[in-house]
Nanobody, 125 residues
Framework: QVQLVESGGGLVQAGGSLRLSCVAS????????MGWFRQAPGMEREFVAG????????TNADSVKGRFTISRDNAKNTVYLQMNSLKPEDTAVYYC??????????????????WGQGTQVTVSS
């Protein structure tokens, strides 16, 4: 079993920044790709960013390219999402998830097996 706990969400003005963290416990995540997803009210959960097990490659959704950066520290069993230049449309609950692969970064939910409970990000205009 893997437990994932997100933190770092909150209320921020448009143009501001937040850094989300996802700490894993139980089994290690160091051999797995990791991803961040988000879900806004009334919307489907969508892929935001992903990273391979050794940080060799990252992938971002087009909507966040140039603004969000995913990173990880395997020694700390932690994944981060640095979010800059936030927009009101970034408002959502953000989830981290453990991928089913090492070097493939799935962009759909079925490519991930463990999920955190989510952290709310609200961007005011």
């Amino acid at each position: 079993q893997v437990q994932l706990v997100e933190s770092g969400g909150g209320l921020v003005q448009a143009g501001g920044s937040l850094r989300l963290s996802c700490v894993a416990s139980g089994r290690t995540i160091s051999r797995s790709a990791m991803g961040w997803f988000r879900q806004a009210p009334g919307m489907e959960r969508e892929f935001v960013a992903g990273i391979t097990w050794n940080s060799g490659r990252t992938t971002n959704a087009d909507s966040v390219k140039g603004r969000f950066t995913i990173s990880r520290d395997n020694a700390k069993n932690t994944v981060y999402l640095q979010m800059n230049s936030l927009k009101p449309e970034d408002t959502a609950v953000y989830y981290c998830a453990r991928g089913n692969y090492q070097v493939t970064i799935p962009t759909t939910s079925n490519g991930y097996d463990y999920w955190g409970q989510g952290t709310q990000v609200t961007v005011s205009s």
